[in-house]
């Protein structure tokens, strides 16, 4: 029988309830900007059980360039193998019907969600919908006393066919044409003294794309990781019912967050410029 996942957002019991069906792929992907290594350290001292480790810079982001920001979308022939090597598969349909679902994928980081944020919805921009961030991360699953380990598990060899969303992106051209028109609203998802100019401890220049508004993506998540509930995510993002929302950051990765938020609320996906503000002030 396929696993199909609740919601967007899933909690430590539901996860572990299903740990051990054939169709879960469960992805840890902690990361600290102070220390890209960190993650990756933390993954071999414990991580969940049949977790596999994705890395924001070398997996999940392409190199830097002179634009496109500080972590551009990853090149697909590098992407695409990584994850198959995970575990995650898609759909196949034979002649008579269905051969074997997609895997339902479980992703998890340890830091309010931001990087699992990007990776669920870099896995939705590929088609790949069968995806849930885990609520609390992996602090959430300790304080839930569940189990944890260091074995590594081994590669898989499954056949993931991308299919990219790319109108779901945003460059810096669109994004400047965007934000001339009537009725779409650039938010902002840095917080609000990095939006308003005021500090940048990351990017060459400070200050925030023109016309755009700030919705500090830490306001739809809680201290411990755990996303706000659907009717409180709902009146959070309500004033924007009459717009076309593009969301960003500084490089997109925390406006993952609250794309997840919105659509945890029942709203379509928005568009993501990916580049975000170290994009935006590259051209400056």
């Not at 994928?105 to 990087?115: N, P």
């Not at 060459?204 to 009717?231: R, T």
Request: glycine content about 8%; proline content about 10%.
């Amino acid at each position: 029988m396929s696993l199909s996942l609740p919601t967007p957002l899933v909690d430590a019991a539901w996860v572990a309830d299903h740990l051990d069906h054939p169709d879960l792929v469960i992805l840890d992907c902690r990361f600290s900007l102070a220390d890209p290594e960190l993650g990756r350290r933390q993954y071999q001292e414990r991580h969940l059980p049949g977790a596999h480790y994705l890395h924001l810079n070398q997996d999940l982001s392409s190199p830097v360039q002179t634009h496109g920001g500080r972590h551009p979308l990853p090149d697909l022939a590098d992407l695409v193998p990584k994850l198959e090597r995970c575990g995650v598969r898609s759909p196949k349909n034979g002649p008579l019907g269905p051969l074997h679902p997609p895997t339902a994928v479980i992703v998890y980081d340890d830091f309010r969600g931001a990087f699992a944020s990007r990776l669920w919805w870099l896995l939705h921009y590929l088609g790949h919908d069968t995806v849930a961030v885990l609520q609390g991360g992996y602090s959430g699953w300790q304080r839930a006393g569940l189990p944890t380990t260091t074995q590594l598990p081994p590669p898989s060899s499954e056949l993931f066919q991308p299919r990219p969303q790319k109108n779901w992106v945003v460059d810096h051209a669109t994004a400047e044409a965007l934000n001339q028109q009537s009725g779409v609203t650039l938010v902002d998802a840095r917080s609000p003294e990095r939006f308003r100019g005021e500090q940048e401890p990351i990017d060459p220049i400070a200050g925030s794309i023109p016309g755009a508004i700030n919705s500090f993506w830490q306001q739809v998540v809680d201290e411990e990781g755990v996303f706000l509930p659907p009717a409180n995510l709902q009146a959070h993002w309500a004033p924007l019912d009459s717009t076309e929302v593009v969301m960003y950051c500084g490089s997109g990765v925390t406006a993952c967050v609250n794309l997840l938020s919105r659509v945890a609320a029942g709203y379509p996906m928005d568009r993501l410029y990916v580049g975000g503000w170290s994009d935006w002030c590259s051209y400056l």
